[in-house]
């Protein structure tokens, strides 16, 4: 199946800081990328959607000045945490998904374990 | 807008029983659906999804799931569990426009002890 690669796969940063997280789809063109969080035993809540070449639609909620989200190129999407604090550490994961009808499977990254001290 | 609900958040089983994990619907709107698995600190790796046709959906490591539209719901099973089917299982839900996001159930956890 299709691959999405994630990195870094875990960060630990100064509080006050920004982190950048990268998702790439790594052999078919994904128009649409999605990121997720999870908190510990819960399960992934949807916050933003991310089109290429325009600006990422968010869930009610999501802060946007906070998880500034690009996606430049068909097969790249960052999602930057600006002035990280402890309450945004969490596991972070993209997701792709193949504009083309057909495709209806979504790929999903090995997932980013942000840690804010 | 769908949603999705686990009715169950963890199940403990013995290894080489059988197992069913819960999974109800909710959408106004014709759904694809989904089950995925997630190893401690990894990604989601799919087991299996619905999309048309046989409402019986095989998947990978041995699952199954059985579609019923009209209880709308999606319960994933296996005949015989082992201990490395120990993990995190999501049903995930998404309406039929390509490109959309899929909504997660909050997840069920299959404990698989000997």
């Known amino acids: 199946g299709a691959v999405v690669s994630q990195h870094p796969s875990w960060v630990i940063c100064k509080s006050g800081t920004s982190v950048k997280i990268e998702c790439r789809s790594l052999d078919f063109q994904a128009t649409t990328m999605f990121w997720y969080r999870q908190f510990p035993k819960q399960s992934l809540m949807l916050m933003a959607t991310?089109?290429?070449?325009?600006?990422?639609?968010?869930e009610q909620g999501v802060e946007k000045d906070k998880f500034l989200i690009n996606h430049a190129s068909l097969t790249l999407s960052t999602l930057t945490v600006t002035s990280a604090h402890p309450e945004d550490s969490s596991f972070y994961i993209c997701s792709a998904r193949s504009a083309r009808s057909v495709d209806t499977e979504a790929f999903f990254g090995q997932g980013t374990r942000l840690t804010v001290v | 807008a769908q949603s999705v609900t686990q009715l169950d958040s963890q199940v403990p089983v013995f290894e080489e029983a059988p197992v069913e994990l819960r999974c109800n619907y909710s959408?106004?709107?014709?759904?694809?659906l989904f089950w995925y698995v997630q190893y401690p600190n990894q990604g989601l790796q799919l087991l299996l999804k619905?999309?048309?046709?046989?409402?019986l959906v095989k998947g990978i490591n041995g699952f199954e799931a059985e579609f019923n539209k009209s209880q709308t719901s999606f319960h994933l099973r296996k005949p015989s569990v082992h201990i490395s089917d120990t993990a995190e299982y999501f049903c995930a839900v998404s309406d039929h426009q390509a490109g959309t996001a899929l909504i997660f159930g909050k997840g069920t956890t299959l404990s698989v002890s000997s």
């Open positions: 619905y999309l048309s046709g046989s409402t």
């Open positions: 991310s089109n290429e070449g325009s600006k990422a639609t968010y």
């Open positions: 959408s106004s709107v014709s759904v694809y």
